[in-house]
């Protein structure tokens, strides 16, 4: 993609006010990109499990096992997220000598599309373990809730991350 | 270009390599792998952290000797390669539990680093070995896991059951998760996940031979019991079969003495149907003879009801035949008293003379009619005869 289309100037937009540098994967620089959000969704998700762990900790010590419990399992499902995501697929780069397909501009929209979308969910992911933590902080609200909603909020940043690879995937034949 | 092999051995966690040691003719480069990550360390300061990429240029060749000899790169260049994917530590443990008895087996951790933690691992290439390997980490955490972890959830089972309790091995994965994180969050380690694997204690050792010999126990119970069951069963089949041995046997005399009771049977019933010949035959001739018989005996009563008859007869018309005579001689009487009277002749005399001459005449009469004998006669065969038959109706015998 050598200019970035109109449709989609607001996505990358939305991204580069997270990650500066950003561009959209214009040529030549599709690796950093990849990497820079990939980056990006793990530093957020340890930010989410920094929160958890500072839930665990006063839970377990004070004697409340429930929302340790869960608290716990919301660190679990941080590091398989921050894991899947270390681990996921990059490629597009050398199209034409690895045998994949060039990418077309149209599987570059969905791919920035998509990288605006988790990257807003992971940061919901972060606001709700904030929240979590301040629950318990100020006693007001039901923390195990909002502990459980944050697990299933990083649940849902793996499946959704999960399509990602869908996307790449699809370059890898040539049609 | 030379590839620069950091790691040698699956047990090497990191390694804090010396740029200035490696230097060599041509260049170096490094391949980082997703799960590796390479931390700079240029002139004292931490540098770029990598991880993902074709580490070029990392050290030797021309241009890094010019570099150097001119003075325009860093003085001290160090690098620090760690892996940072999950990796699974087994810490050796012995301890008790709360009622005395002695627990051992292994912490099995695993462990996993961030990307901004490697340079983390300075802390312990301060004071150790330039590569960190998984033996020497071990030895590093081994007693704090020990002391935090260990020995306080042993103090709190109760029972050598209570090992393998889910709740125990939940109980000690927060332990470790609380416990730990000081030690590891400094050596730059992040705790995935912490379960303990505990050997058998003693006393678990001994309830294993005690179901062990149990189960032997049961077994030879139950091969005792199949064996006498099958036993039995011969007993029973053995028992079942001289049964209908036995029955056969008895089948086949019955059907003998069947078979030889029907032969009878058949000459009984040939015998039967003789004699029922001969009685019929027998019975005819009799029922001819008592048809004879009664012919005769109607003959006779027809006979004697004629000789009655006749007798009646008889005797009717010696009736009559008096009694005219007794009118015409009480007419004759009466008109000679009437001609008596009229001629003044009845007299007493007269009248004695006519009653004595009327009784004798009555007398006369009475001597005639009972001249017949009346007195009654037996047969030789008990029945009573009347006067004037001339047979016995019964047997028919003449009577004289």
Known sequence: MIGTPLDILPYVRGVQLILVGYNGYTKGSRLENDKMVREEITRATTRVRSHMQNVFDSQFKGGNVDVARAAKQCMEE????????????????????SGQRSPTNKDLKKLIKHDNEVIEMVTKGVNLANSSEHSIATEEGNSKQIV???TQMISSCRGFFAERTRVLAGLKQKK | ????????????????VNAENIQTLSKQQVMLKPNEACAMIIDGRIGDILSETLLKSMAGGFSRWIGDKMGITANDRRLLFAMTGPMDYWIPFEGQIADGEKAKGYTNLRLRMNLEDVPK??????????????????????????????????????????????????????????EMRNLLSNLGFTLLKAFPITNPTDMELVQKHRAAVQAKTAGTEANVEAQLAHYAQTEALTISRIELETNVARAKARG???????????????KEANWEAERNHERGKMELRVDEADAKTKRAMDMFAEVQGR??????????????RM?????????????????????????????RQQTAQKAVDGAGSESVNNSPKVCSCGTGLSPGWKACPSCGTPIA
């Open chain 2, 311 to 324: 007798k009646s007869n008889r005797i009717a018309n010696q009736q009559n035949f008096q009694n005219q």
């Open chain 1, 148 to 150: 459980m909603q944050t």
């Open chain 1, 78 to 97: 941080c590091d398989y997220l921050i894991e899947d995501v270390a681990k996921a697929v990059s490629g597009m780069e050398h199209a034409f000598l």
């Open chain 2, 1 to 16: 270009m030379n590839e620069f092999r950091w790691r040698d051995s699956p047990d090497t966690i990191a390694r804090l």
């Open chain 2, 256 to 270: 003998q003495v069947t078979i030889e009771l029907e032969a009878e049977l058949k000459d009984v019933r040939a």
């Open chain 2, 121 to 178: 691992l300075l802390n312990y290439f301060a004071n150790n070995a330039p590569t960190l390997t998984r033996d020497g980490l071990i030895s590093i955490i081994a007693d704090e896991v020990n002391a935090r972890v260990v020995t306080p959830c042993l103090a709190s089972c109760t029972s050598a059951s209570g090992l393998r309790d889910a709740s125990f091995l939940e109980r000690f994965e927060m332990t470790a998760e609380s």
């Open chain 2, 327 to 355: 009118e015409n001689q009480n007419d004759f009487q009466t008109k000679m008293m009437e001609m008596a009277a009229d001629n003044g002749a009845l007299t007493a005399e007269v009248m004695q003379e006519f009653l």
